[in-house]
């Protein structure tokens, strides 16, 4: 469990924050300069807020009430707490298993029983004495998870730890850290700019802008229901849309729209006709439908026509540019390809897409 509420002051910067969680996976998302580092060094006690409390696991790290002129602030070594930096931070002169047993607290049976077992949860069997230069990048950042993890620390936090490895040692090292939560059921806190690494790894996901977080919750909330604007774009939602309302009717919870682009409609939200709001949809959840398909009453598929202007592969699928107006292109949509060979589509294609009401968000003006 892990409950932090802090304000801290620098000369040209504020963090202002609040945080709770269980034994969640978190994945803090931020602009550079956001404050998640200064964040994970106040949990790990690398630097003292100016107010607030920290409590990991029930247990205080730091208590200072508003206005109060002393706190109290736990050192760094007595707090139960792993650290994963983004470069490794190992000993280059000790071995893996050096590595892995520095810092190590309690019997040495007792600990070598615990690094064995880290040994065989990071597949680092028969790596044992090998001196850690003498690894892969990913193998090292592997002894550097089992070094954070040997002392049973109460939470681990980690820092982009997977930033400087290719794409293929970044899933594999997502699995391992799965493995590791299932295990440990501790917090995890991760840092990372790779939306994919959020969403796959991050049962909650907080996004940080100047200080401050900007929503916490479920990925699903924060990826498909994002608060505002700036969060949507943060978490790559890609269509966003201006409009202005033009009908309310909550018995059929329905919201007209009388977007700037096209017309829609999206589930009822408390509001006036002719207030100007925001909405959108993630580029997976629109979907193409075969042309001329009668879809739905009262239009609420929100059925659009468009051109086909670039198509890009990405993943398992495609990136579709869809032109529905007179600019460049108006919707970003993801598809798996095999709808695109279904559908065969080329470059300059006409193409009806929908936009189910249900998939439509109503996003808050920042
Ligand atoms: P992030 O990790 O999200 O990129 P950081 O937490 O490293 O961001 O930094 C957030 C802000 O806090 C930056 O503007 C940085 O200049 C400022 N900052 C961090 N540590 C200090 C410090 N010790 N003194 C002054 N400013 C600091
Ligand atoms: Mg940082």
């Known amino acids: 469990m892990?409950?932090?509420?802090?304000?801290?002051?620098?000369?040209?910067?504020?963090?202002?924050?609040?945080?709770?969680?269980?034994?969640?996976?978190?994945?803090?998302?931020?602009?550079?300069?956001?404050?998640?580092?200064?964040?994970?060094?106040?949990?790990?006690?690398?630097?003292?807020?100016?107010?607030g409390l920290i409590r990991v696991n029930n247990k205080s790290y730091f208590q200072k009430p508003a206005g109060a002129r002393r706190g109290r602030q736990l050192p760094p070594y007595r707090r139960r707490v792993g650290y994963v930096f983004q470069n490794y931070a190992l000993f280059p002169h000790l071995t893996v298993n050096q590595n892995i047993l520095f810092g190590a607290k309690?019997?040495?049976?007792?600990?070598?029983q615990e690094a064995s077992y880290l040994v065989n949860l990071?597949?680092?069997?028969?790596?044992e004495q090998r001196k850690v230069t003498e690894l892969s990048s990913g193998q090292q950042q592997r002894v550097a998870l089992a070094r954070a993890l040997i002392t049973r620390p109460d939470i681990l936090l980690l820092d982009e730890p997977f930033s400087n490895l290719d794409e293929l040692i970044r899933r594999k090292l997502r699995l391992d850290l799965l493995r590791v939560h299932r295990d440990f059921r501790i917090p995890i806190m991760m840092v990372t700019h790779d939306l994919e690494e959020a969403s796959t790894l991050g049962e909650m996901v907080a996004v940080m802008d100047s200080g401050r977080i900007l929503q916490v919750g479920t990925r699903e909330e924060v990826f498909y229901c994002p608060r505002s604007r700036r969060v949507a774009r943060?978490?790559?939602?890609?269509?966003?849309?201006?409009?202005?309302?033009?009908?309310?009717?909550?018995?059929?919870?329905?919201?007209?729209?009388?977007?700037?682009?096209?017309?829609v409609c999206l589930p009822y939200h408390p509001c006036r006709v002719g207030d100007r709001i925001v909405f959108g949809i993630r580029p997976e959840n629109i979907s193409?439908?075969?042309?001329?398909a009668e879809l739905g009453k009262?239009?609420?598929?929100?059925?659009?026509?468009?051109?086909?202007?670039e198509m890009i592969p990405e993943g398992p699928g495609y990136r579709l540019f869809l032109k529905t107006t007179a600019d460049t292109y108006d919707l970003e949509i993801l598809i798996p390809s095999r709808i695109a060979l279904k559908h065969q589509l080329t470059v300059g294609k006409e193409l009806s897409v929908t936009l189910r009401k249900t998939a439509l968000h109503l996003l808050r003006e920042d």
């Open 106 to 112: 309690g019997s040495m049976d007792e600990t070598r």
């Open 122 to 127: 990071l597949r680092l069997r028969g790596l």
């Open 2 to 51: 892990l409950e932090v509420q802090v304000k801290k002051k620098f000369r040209s910067f504020t963090l202002d924050l609040e945080l709770s969680a269980g034994n969640e996976l978190i994945c803090l998302l931020g602009p550079s300069g956001a404050g998640k580092t200064t964040l994970l060094h106040m949990v790990a006690g690398l630097m003292e807020p100016d107010e």
């Open 234 to 263: 943060f978490v790559g939602m890609k269509n966003i849309f201006d409009g202005r309302v033009a009908e309310v009717k909550p018995e059929e919870n329905l919201l007209k729209v009388a977007g700037d682009k096209f017309n």
């Open 288 to 292: 193409l439908v075969r042309n001329g």
């Open 298 to 309: 009262r239009g609420e598929n929100n059925v659009l026509k468009g051109r086909l202007v």
